[in-house]
């Protein structure tokens, strides 16, 4: 079966991609997961912070072992704007991308004006093949108004557009209140492709130890709605290349993302529930469901089922909320799935 597929202007033997998480903390993981047939890896973040404390941290030792080793001083980078040499991250990015034969994608988190160019300046230097914005911001703040919030992405954009020339991907949060809009201006401002969606940290409270817990849970299948509908909404709408983030658990959830429209499936929930290994079996499984259904490559799948074109926006509006209201009377007349 032919797997084969393009991503930011990338060819993929397939369209798994494992998404930034710690499956990808060491050159032998990010092997094992080009072992098991991924088509590309994204690598965990590199977060600014990270960075300026490993910097501080090699400055310190520099000082301490230059009183009792002269020549220490050149062993350890004297500033954080020179720290790239001994930045695991970075060497991570390096040596990842010459042990395996597949993309080696950068994630970038960065906190500070002229950070997100730097950095992804360095990871490109590193060898990866396409840079990932992870733009995670919560705006708490209720002085930051949704424009601009909505600046910031565009801002980051252009700042590392600017400063590389390997293909970007911005990693969306689900919560913008016009999200097609967002699309559109990140695509013309030229993104490469959009990750749909990141997910954030949301604490949980534990009511008996009257505390606020912290903690990363693995998706399910029920969170491939929303990134689903908005993949259907955006295939062919915009020239960036578009990346489902989100509740793959099954080869079925991979299809779903296809039918919809990716261009590639990005999954990391899954591959630390089971394991890399398991993204053989989904890739299989893949190709078995392919074969049931007579489709011979991704092109005869890829947004079958994206939604259909409106004449314009007012038909879009008023088909949305057809399906919205065909839905509820249904659900209120007492049919509804039960999870
Ligand atoms: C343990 C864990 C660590 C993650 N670390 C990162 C990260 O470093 N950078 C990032 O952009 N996303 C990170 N993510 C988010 C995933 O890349 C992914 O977008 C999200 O989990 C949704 O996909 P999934 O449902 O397949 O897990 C992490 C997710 C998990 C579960």
Redesign the pocket.
């Known amino acids: 079966m032919d797997l084969s597929t393009r991503y930011l202007g990338l060819n993929l033997r397939n369209p798994l991609v494992a998404?930034?998480?710690?499956l990808s903390r060491t050159v032998d993981d990010v092997r094992r997961l080009a072992t098991n047939g991924v088509g590309a890896v994204v690598l965990?973040?590199l977060f600014e912070e990270q960075l300026r404390r490993e910097a501080a941290h090699n400055e310190r030792m520099a000082v301490q072992g230059s009183e009792s080793y002269a020549e220490a001083l050149s062993y350890f980078p004297p500033s954080v704007d020179d720290g790239r040499s001994g930045h695991r991250y970075l060497r991570l990015v390096e040596r990842a991308a010459a042990a395996v034969d597949i993309p080696v994608i950068g994630?970038l988190?960065a906190s500070t004006p002229g950070g997100w160019a730097r950095y992804a300046r360095w990871i490109q230097d590193a060898g990866a093949a396409a840079i990932?914005l992870?733009i995670y911001y919560l705006p708490g703040d209720n002085t930051v108004h949704g424009s601009a919030v909505e600046q910031r992405h565009l801002d980051v954009l252009a700042e590392v557009k600017s400063a590389t020339t390997i293909p970007v991907a911005v990693?969306l949060s689900p919560y913008f209140s016009a999200t097609a809009d967002m699309a559109h201006r990140l695509d013309a401002a030229g993104a490469d492709g959009l990750v749909l969606f990141?997910?954030f940290l949301q604490p949980d409270i534990d009511p008996e130890a009257l505390s606020t817990v912290r903690t990363?849970t693995?998706?399910t299948p029920a969170?491939t709605r929303l990134p689903l509908t908005w993949i259907a909404l955006l295939h062919k709408k915009i020239r960036a290349s578009l990346a489902a983030?989100?509740?793959?658990e099954r080869a079925s959830d991979v299809a779903k993302y296809l039918l919809a429209g990716a261009d590639v499936v990005?999954?990391?929930?899954?591959l630390?529930r089971h394991g890399p290994e398991y993204a053989g079996v989904l890739l299989r499984e893949l190709s078995h469901w392919m074969n049931r259904k007579r489709f011979s490559n991704l092109s005869e799948v890829r947004g079958l089922l994206a939604a259909p074109d409106a004449k314009d926006t007012e038909d879009s509006a008023a088909r949305e909320r057809a399906d919205y209201v065909w839905a509820l009377r249904k659900a209120n007349s007492g049919i509804y799935d039960l999870y």
């Open positions: 998404s930034a998480s710690p965990y973040s994630s988190n990932e992870n990693k990141n997910r990363v693995l998706s969170d983030s989100t509740g793959v990005q999954s990391a929930s899954a630390l």
